[in-house]
């Protein structure tokens, strides 16, 4: 089951005006040379599916240790679900992550030995997770758009060489789904 959201509608407006009015200060004091990263922009990328992040938010989270902290911080209070790393004690890639409440499963395509299906299913039929944050150790963060899951369960497809699948099925990646 997926855990509740610590925050309540009202205190999520108010976060979310707040945030509209740091970008806006941002925006007019920033010059054309700007090269710093937004919290509202942070928040945008880690909250909302659709966004597409700029390559100055993509070079923030990956060179700005600040940036990067800020970012894991978000992505774990507003979560749905977080699979941690996987036990010391497997080796190489995993076959399944799990926790209370979502599995995520990965199945050879019979038509295609080239590809690999991620299964995620959840216990909970009423989750709607957006996305999935891939977050390898020492590596910038990926995001996949999640379609809607079916009867509480989400299929995705990718090529086997895929650097989201392999950071998906490495054990010290952390996986959520928000």
């Known amino acids: 089951m997926a855990p509740d959201n610590p925050l309540s509608d009202q205190e999520m407006t108010l976060v979310r005006n707040a945030l509209d009015a740091v970008e806006l ?11 710093t990263v937004s919290f509202a ?4 990328y880690a909250t909302n599916p659709e966004i597409v992040p700029s390559a100055r938010l993509l070079q923030a989270l990956s060179e700005d ?14 979560s749905q ?3 941690p790393q996987v036990a010391a004690a497997s080796s190489g890639d995993v076959s399944t992550r799990e926790i209370d409440g979502c599995k995520i499963t990965f199945r050879s395509s019979r ?10 299913e959840l216990a909970d039929h009423d ?3 957006g996305s999935l944050f891939i977050c390898p150790e020492g590596r910038p963060t990926e995001k996949v758009a999640l379609p809607e899951p079916r009867s509480g369960r989400i299929q ?11 950071g998906l099925r490495n054990i010290d990646t952390e996986v959520l789904l928000r």
């Open 65 to 78: 240790g600040r940036v990067r902290r800020d970012f894991d911080a978000l992505l774990r209070n507003t």
């Open 156 to 166: 995705l497809l990718f090529d086997a060489e895929s650097p989201i699948l392999r």
């Open 127 to 129: 989750a709607r997770p």
């Open 111 to 120: 038509a295609d030995a080239d590809q690999i299906f991620v299964i995620i």
């Open 25 to 35: 200060t941002d925006q007019l004091l920033a010059g054309a040379e700007n090269t």
């Open 41 to 44: 922009e942070i928040y945008a």
């Open 81 to 83: 679900y977080f699979l």
